[in-house]
């Protein structure tokens, strides 16, 4: 960009001088197609890349949107005949915010929906102050 800026004022220069030859008006003028033509290039990969930064954006908004729908059910909507997505993952584990402790996801004394935090680490669940079920011990 430094190299545009430095021929563009070239052209803005010698352009105001009365003794400028033709090759080197010619010269000149051709720098300053190159210029253009290299402007236009990236401001079209410039839309490209805005563009593309946009559907990211808003399939990250969908994705987030059905993450938090399948781990935010309301309990009213629990029965099994719901037709809203559920994750199931094999190394989920679920903490009970009441009495601090965590479980896997396939234990029989997970807590109530509203007081589940999950965790995709057992690291992460011990850190943070939760101790293990000793019925599944996960």
């Not at 679920?94 to 009495?99: A, E, K, L, Q, T």
């Amino acid at each position: 960009m430094r190299k545009i800026l430095i021929v563009w004022a070239a052209c803005l220069v010698l352009a105001g001088c009365d003794t400028v030859s033709k090759s080197k008006y010619d010269e000149l003028k051709e720098s300053c197609n190159a210029m253009a033509t290299e402007i236009a290039i990236l401001e079209t990969e410039k839309d490209s890349l805005e563009q593309n930064n946009e559907e990211l954006l808003n399939d990250n908004i969908e994705l987030s949107m059905i993450i938090a729908d399948a781990f935010d059910m309301p309990e009213d909507e629990e029965d099994e005949s719901s037709s809203k997505p559920t994750i199931n993952l094999a190394n989920d584990y679920v903490g009970d915010m009441i009495n601090y402790r965590f479980h896997l996801g396939t234990c029989e004394y997970l807590p109530s929906k509203g007081n589940r935090i999950h965790y995709l680490d057992r690291d992460d669940a011990i850190n943070d102050g939760f101790q293990p079920c000793r019925i599944c011990n996960p």
